[in-house]
């Protein structure tokens, strides 16, 4: 966070500190509209990428351009500063990739089978609208990509229905780490 700050003057407010700090394998968060999760989880993903050099990270959502919002974050960011834009190279197709250092970040849809996914091993994945991934793709896909690397997994939606992101929402909260409301 002081580096975010420190980087491009960004502040996160109390909740986003607390979810930006945890250091879980499988990091939710759960929250509504205007919380600022795109710009937290782009925050996230370029400092990740900044501390932990020749790392991979792929940002993931149910479609491509919900995956281009994250990622244009983290690209604004990147080339907005003095600091990052002389290590950043973007490449845009033919999916949105951004090397950072020797670290790469890159968007990807999980479609209907994540099928798009598939063959790609990653230190990170962040899904976006997790509640809206099929449970299917996460397990089946998402969850390999990331057991190569002892991946970690960061999950961030509005609440949807009762399916893998409910369940591990509920699994942090029985942990006793991040954010203790309920779903709607």
């Not at 580096?3 to 909740?15: E, F, N, R, S, V």
């Not at 050099?53 to 995956?67: E, K, L, N, R, W």
């Not at 991040?178 to 709607?184: A, L, T, W």
């Amino acid at each position: 966070l002081e580096l975010a700050d420190l980087i491009w003057g960004w502040k996160a407010h109390p909740t986003q500190r607390e979810w930006l700090l945890c250091d879980a394998q499988t990091k939710v968060a759960s929250c509504g509209r205007r919380w600022g999760k795109t710009e937290a989880a782009a925050v996230d993903a370029i400092t990740y990428a900044l501390t932990r050099p020749g790392s991979t990270q792929i940002i993931v959502a149910p479609t491509y351009d919900q995956s281009r919002l994250i990622f244009g974050t983290v690209e604004r960011l990147a080339l907005g500063s003095a600091v990052t834009r002389p290590q950043a190279k973007v490449t845009r197709t033919p999916y949105p990739r951004i090397t950072l250092a020797s670290s790469v970040i890159m968007a990807r849809t999980a479609d209907e089978d994540g099928r798009n996914l598939r063959g790609h091993a990653a230190d990170r994945v962040i899904v976006d609208e997790a509640a809206y991934v099929r449970d299917s793709v996460v397990t089946e896909v998402i969850a390999p990509m990331l057991a190569d690397r002892n991946g970690r997994l960061v999950m961030i939606s509005t609440p949807f229905g009762k399916n893998h992101f409910y369940r591990a929402f509920l699994k942090g909260r029985e942990q006793g780490t991040g954010n203790r409301r309920e779903p709607d």
